[in-house]
């Protein structure tokens, strides 16, 4: 099942999605999850997930989108349109930054803000009934998706996590499974 839904969600699910997009860039996703989630001053970098700040996951980054000025001075976006080789680096970071956001249910892993981790706190006391209310899901959603994606996708997100094996699965892992969700979705991770 669980894996049915994240087909799902790289496949998409309608005609939207047949005229996809490129990808919003690796450092565009950065920024929103940075200021949407995090304490101001602190970042989010991705490669932390693909090998850390000097290792051969930093040269991965531009094959995830990027702008650069190949000559001439003239900036251009590259590497925008999914294919398979970047819709796996944004699997492999997305999932390495879900199971952060997950895991910060047992322990802190990030500088999240003040806000983000009062309704991840919520959250975290899946499956207890009260992080399963209408508040405290459609909190969570809309503090990591933002207002990119219309209602119908909240509720197709809810629907399943209730419905699933996760609405009785541990918090960590069904949080974690939230997020990349949410971070894997077309209408945040593509340009519309």
Known sequence: MKILFFAFLI?????AFAEA??????RLVEQILSERLTMPGYEIFFYD???GPYGTGRNL??????????????IEFRNGEPNSVSTL?????LDGFSKDVGESCVTTRRAFSVDFTTKLAELCRWPAESAKSEKVMQDFWLAVM????????????????LRSSYSSESAAPT???MTLALVYNPHFLLNK
Do not use: C, I, N, T
């Open 21 to 26: 997009g490129h990808f919003r860039g690796y």
């Open 89 to 93: 680096l944004w699997y492999l970071v």
């Open 61 to 74: 980054l531009p094959l995830m989108g990027s702008r650069s000025s190949p000559g001439g001075g003239q």
């Open 175 to 177: 949080v974690a499974a």
């Open 146 to 161: 933002g207002y990119d994606a219309p209602k119908s996708e909240y509720q197709a997100w809810r629907d399943f996590f």
């Open 11 to 15: 496949l998409g699910s309608g005609p």
């Open 49 to 51: 997930y693909l090998g």
